[in-house]
């Protein structure tokens, strides 16, 4: 159980407050892109696991599975991005299960009290990227001719202030909320050694 959770942490961390602005652009320009992003949850779930490297086998296939997974997402992604991104998210998930599974015989270094609420902590900039995306998809929405946007759309309303608002800070707002995560985990894998 503790082993779906490091991988779980490693890749919230990974996909989220690590994932910036620049990265994801390079992800969706090209494969090695998607090669760096995946070498980032790579690097990260080795520093969450005891004796990485007498694992590279696993952390190899649990990298080229999440750059499959994401180099198949960019490919077939459409405007609409919310749907893809819980897809995504979905197929991820699904990979870790089958790892921690797989390799069993691999330990966290992280204490169960502080790697769960770890995970819940992580959950949130992932939370926060959701609602971002679905705010680009709300705006970006076509409506055929003679078909009005619905009220809660209508660029007089607060709702649509939200959603304008959401979408143009909560990708930052994300990542700030993700810094604490980032400065916190060195301190506890050291703690963690002791």
């Given at each position: 159980?503790?082993?779906?959770?490091?991988?779980?942490?490693?890749?919230l961390i990974?996909?989220?407050?690590?994932?910036?602005?620049w990265?994801?652009?390079?992800?969706?320009?090209?494969?090695?892109?998607?090669?760096?992003?995946?070498?980032?949850?790579?690097?990260v779930?080795a520093?969450?696991?005891r004796s990485?490297?007498?694992?590279?086998?696993?952390?190899?296939?649990l990298g080229?599975?999440?750059?499959?997974?994401?180099?198949?997402?960019?490919?077939?992604?459409?405007?609409?991005?919310?749907?893809?991104?819980?897809?995504?998210?979905?197929?991820?998930?699904?990979?870790?299960i089958?790892?921690?599974?797989?390799?069993?015989?691999?330990?966290g270094?992280?204490p169960?009290?502080f790697?769960?609420p770890a995970?819940?902590y992580a959950?949130?900039p992932?939370?926060?990227?959701?609602?971002s995306?679905?705010?680009?998809d709300?705006?970006?929405?076509k409506?055929?001719?003679g078909?009005?946007r619905?009220l809660?759309?209508?660029?007089?309303t607060?709702?649509?202030?939200v959603?304008?608002?959401?979408?143009?800070r909560?990708?930052?707002?994300?990542?700030?909320?993700?810094?604490?995560?980032?400065?916190?985990?060195?301190?506890?894998?050291?703690l963690?050694?002791?």
């Open positions: 159980m503790n082993l779906f959770f490091t991988l779980l942490l490693a890749h990974a996909d989220f407050p690590l994932q910036v602005d990265v994801y652009r390079f992800k969706r320009r090209c494969t090695l892109g998607v090669a760096f992003h995946a070498g980032i949850h790579v690097v779930t520093l969450l696991i990485p490297l007498q694992h590279w086998p696993e952390l190899l296939v080229l599975a999440h750059m499959g997974a994401d180099w198949i997402k960019l490919r077939f992604s459409t405007t609409i991005q919310s749907p893809y991104f819980m897809m995504d998210q979905a197929i991820h998930i699904g990979i870790l089958a790892a921690a599974k797989w390799a069993g015989g691999i330990e270094v992280l169960p009290g790697l769960y995970c819940l959950a949130i992932a939370v926060l990227m959701f609602l995306v679905l705010a680009n709300l705006n970006r929405r409506y055929p001719s078909v009005s619905p809660y759309l209508r660029p007089s607060i709702s649509n202030k959603i304008n608002w959401s979408q143009q909560m990708l930052v707002i994300s990542q700030i909320v993700g810094m604490p995560l980032l400065i916190s985990l060195p301190i506890s894998l050291v963690a050694m002791k």
